[in-house]
């Protein structure tokens, strides 16, 4: 009985794989990275991003070159100050060598939050672009070559023109 069994189970896995085996798969692969270079509302979004980044690097100078001043101005006091004027100094001046390491953080996670506001609409409309020529084309799949994800390709056929007329670019 258990003999019957297993070979029954064989049967069926052997079946069962020869029709999953006929089934046509079709492969595509695109460029992300190059397609992202030519989208629509990419070149504005990273303009205002880099001014972003400008703003938040006049500031940290500015906040550098001020804790630089204290500093020095400190160093050349120091020993004329009294107990009480040096130390309040030397606190000043550990705040604000905090304040200036909390304001990095901030404007870091602050320029990631900002770059993908600015982003996610532009990657959202590629993507819907991609998923829709893949159901259009009867795509099985559809490797980002951008990012190294395909290592072999011979038989994968490249989307980027049917993407590139799907959002109406040259």
């Known amino acids: 009985m258990k003999k019957g069994f297993i070979v029954v189970m064989v049967a069926m896995l052997a079946f069962g794989g020869s029709a999953m085996a006929q089934k046509n798969i079709k492969l595509g692969h695109i460029n992300s990275n190059e397609l992202m270079q030519i989208m629509p509302g990419r070149d504005t979004a990273m303009a205002l ?7 938040a690097q006049a500031e940290l100078e500015a906040m550098k070159k001020e ?38 953080a901030n404007a870091q996670k ?10 996610k609409p532009i990657v959202d409309r590629a993507k ?40 109406g670019l040259k």
């Open 49 to 55: 991003l880099q001014k972003d980044v400008e703003d």
């Open 67 to 104: 804790y630089e001043t204290r500093v020095n101005d400190y160093l050349a006091k120091k020993d004329q100050l009294s107990e009480l004027i040096r130390k309040t100094k030397e606190s000043d001046i550990q705040n604000m060598g905090a304040r200036i390491e909390e304001f990095q």
């Open 110 to 119: 602050l320029l990631e939050e900002r770059q993908e506001a600015l982003l």
């Open 128 to 167: 819907a672009a991609i998923e829709e020529v893949g159901k259009e084309n009867g795509y099985t799949y559809i490797f980002d070559a951008g990012v190294g994800a395909v290592l072999y390709s011979q038989d994968s056929d490249d989307i980027m023109p049917l993407v590139k007329k799907k959002l």
